[in-house]
């Protein structure tokens, strides 16, 4: 039987989804990983641009519309959520995201975070967590630690216990809760696409560093742990667990099966017309997806393999030509040159690799589906993680973060090879694995060329921000 993302007609591609609107994030922001999550989410979905629509609030993580190729609502500081429900009130055949900040979200947006949650309408909502306020310069937001003495506005911290956001939506009656962490992004991309796919109120809260103000939370990528237990379905269940949480458990609490708020909005003369639209309609079973991944081992066929290295190089080249967008914003052209170019090279591998498969029936694979776990990576072995770049950084740095994420791929087709059953998988991965090498071996050569950065080059007296 077909999985569900199988049956859905896969018309648009991710570029489809992504605007031309280059971010002005600061390099190294995991709001960039998340941006990349939701669009590998509406790609996997296939959703109509033209239903879909992208509320938020304002914040650094309040300007994903911008960056999304379908209807954007870029709203007031705290308001997205009303915004949204009167949106999916009014056009229910629209897939409605709403997406921000904890402060956004938590603070100004407080009341009618409480309130969506209990209303059960039928979206989305993505929040960015980065514990601060990193739009106006890195204050105190209500999920930092009352001993963060980060800002001169509270040099001794702030002395109150955090606003604990899957708690709050929990006892407020979300359908659907979840936690990830942006660096994660193949398995954020799973959640967002479950939460949407799931009826009612969806809740996901993404840790996604603020490297400008809060740099320590790049840790996070070691300081976040998997849930050790499936996802509950009782609420009592879920609220036992949040018990024992640190606040750095990743993946899904809970998912409901409350009946979803979605009044009927046929115009009414009387009020007794208008009483009866505002009934509960039956309840909608929730979907989920499908996973075929615990009983998939290995990579066992030619065709397999392809999909995974067109994706492999697809992702370094949207990679490069990210980290090159951001260094443009920030003015080092020597650093984005070179990242251009790197995105050109890496273009002609997909077109090595889609060459390879031609004449073959390639299998569709949800991003959270590919196995690169068998050289033990969360992403594909060449995505560079956004939280390793710097605004600053030299070519060196450039060419260096390049040769480490090339020999992931080496290490990766080395894994497939020996894990393989497959005689024909096997030679292909061994010939894939000799081409990353000679990869590596020319980037080192030109590592060759570049000075090594002298010390200090990454301190700087006025770093940047972005501004409203
Ligand atoms: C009514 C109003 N109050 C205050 C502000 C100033 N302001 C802009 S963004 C922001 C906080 C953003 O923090 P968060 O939602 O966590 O987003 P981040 O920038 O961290 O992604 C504040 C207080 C505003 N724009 N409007
Ligand atoms: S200040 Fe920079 S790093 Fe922090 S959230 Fe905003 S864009 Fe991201
Ligand atoms: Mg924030």
Known sequence: MPTMQEEIKQERSFQDYKSNVKPIWCPGCGDFAV????????????LDPEKTAVVSGIGCSSRIPAYTNVYGFHGVHGRALPI????????????????GGDGDGFS???NHFMHACRRNVDMTYIVMDNQVYG??????????????????????GTGINPFLPLGIALSSGANYIARTFAGDTNFTARVITEAILHPGFSFVQILSPCVTYRPEQREWRNLTHASETEY?????????????DDGLTLGVLYKGSRAVFQPDITPTSSVTDLDSGFHLPHQRQPQSLHHHRATRKGINSVEELLAHSIDMEKEAQEAYNELADQMDVHNNQEVAELFRKMAVIEGKHVDQVTAKGEGLTLPHI????????????????????????????????????????EQRAVDFYAKVAESTADPAVKKMALEMCEEEKEHVSLLKARLAR??????????DMDPPTVQE
Do not use: C, N
């Open 35 to 46: 941006l990349q999550a939701i669009l590998k989410a509406f790609t996997e979905l296939g």
């Open 84 to 99: 949204a429900t009167g949106l999916k009130i009014a056009r229910p055949d629209l897939t409605v995201v709403v997406t």
């Open 108 to 110: 100004i947006g407080g």
């Open 135 to 156: 739009m106006t310069k890195g204050q105190a937001s209500p999920t930092t630690a009352p001993d963060w003495s980060g800002s001169k506005l509270t040099p001794g």
């Open 232 to 244: 509950a379905t009782d609420p009592s269940e879920a609220g036992r667990r949040l018990l024992a």
């Open 366 to 405: 949800a991003p959270w589906e590919y196995r690169w776990e068998i050289a033990g990576f969360k992403e594909a072995p060449e995505a560079i993680s956004p939280t390793d770049t710097h605004y600053l950084m030299t070519p060196y740095h450039a060419v260096s973060l390049a040769i480490r994420y």
């Open 450 to 459: 570049y000075p090594a950065p002298k010390e200090g080059w990454d301190e």
